[in-house]
T-cell receptor, first 115, second 113 residues
Framework: DSGVTQTPKHLITATGQRVTLRCSPR?????VYWYQQSLDQGLQFLIQ???????AKGNILERFSAQQFPDLHSELNLSSLELGDSALYFC??????????????FGPGTRLTVL | LAKTTQPISMDSYEGQEVNITCSHN???????ITWYQQFPSQGPRFIIQ???TKVTNEVASLFIPADRKSSTLSLPRVSLSDTAVYYC??????????????FGAGTRLAVHP
């Protein structure tokens, strides 16, 4: 158990809908990262928040957005969902801002299925 | 950005030592090398991290030569439960003040009885 929690574990929805994925970091961690993993794309970095502020951005679509709240939990919002958005979405957390030595601890993931 | 290159897949047998090498020719001075393990439908799990020479923990060893352009993850006496994908991650790339975090394709290790 990494100490990172994600809800829900599974989510099934229809195209065009909007969903929210939730992540609670390990106690004391200030950074939250979001990743998408699909069968043909591997593990893709989406976005990082550090202490409430956006810190780094990867290949995140404009239909996706995220935020980190004062209690440091984070939400990833996916809108206008398409079939291709079906994937595992992982959240990770780390103590600091993402420097080279900053180990990321991953949650169990949310499996999103878009029908 | 230090791009990493790893073998796509490897096969081994129970009880053998497995060495997975990662190439990172453009590693920066301040970059560390980190390895993660991922089982199907689970999040990656930190295995080991190092900067130079050799690092050992209860799970694995990491060998880094003096030029740091490659690293080798060594798993002693693997078991069936070591079947997983192993990712080599090198430092972070700074671009416009932001960190970019890149996982490579990973090495799919299959351990056979």
């Amino acid at each position: 158990d990494s100490g990172v929690t994600q809800t829900p574990k599974h989510l099934i929805t229809a195209t065009g809908q909007r969903v929210t994925l939730r992540c609670s970091p390990r106690s004391g961690d200030l950074s939250v990262y979001w990743y998408q993993q699909s069968l043909d794309q591997g593990l893709q970095f989406l976005i990082q928040y550090y202490n409430g502020e956006e810190r780094a951005k990867g290949n995140i679509l404009e239909r996706f957005s995220a935020q980190q709240f004062p209690d440091l939990h984070s939400e990833l919002n996916l809108s206008s969902l398409e079939l291709g958005d079906s994937a595992l979405y992982f959240c990770a957390s780390s103590v600091a801002a993402g420097e080279s030595t900053d180990t990321q601890y991953f949650g169990p993931g949310t499996r999103l299925t878009v029908l | 950005l230090a791009k990493t290159t790893q073998p796509i897949s490897m096969d081994s047998y129970e009880g053998q030592e497995v060495n997975i090498t990662c190439s990172h020719n453009n590693i920066a001075t301040n970059d560390y090398i980190t390895w993660y393990q991922q089982f199907p439908s689970q999040g990656p799990r930190f295995i080991i991290q190092g900067y130079k020479t050799k690092v050992t923990n209860e799970v694995a060893s990491l060998f880094i030569p003096a030029d740091r352009k490659s690293s080798t993850l060594s798993l002693p006496r693997v078991s069936l439960s070591d079947t997983a994908v192993y990712y080599c991650l090198v430092g972070v790339a700074f671009s416009g003040g932001y960190n970019k975090l890149i996982f490579g394709a990973g090495t799919r290790l299959a351990v056979h009885p």
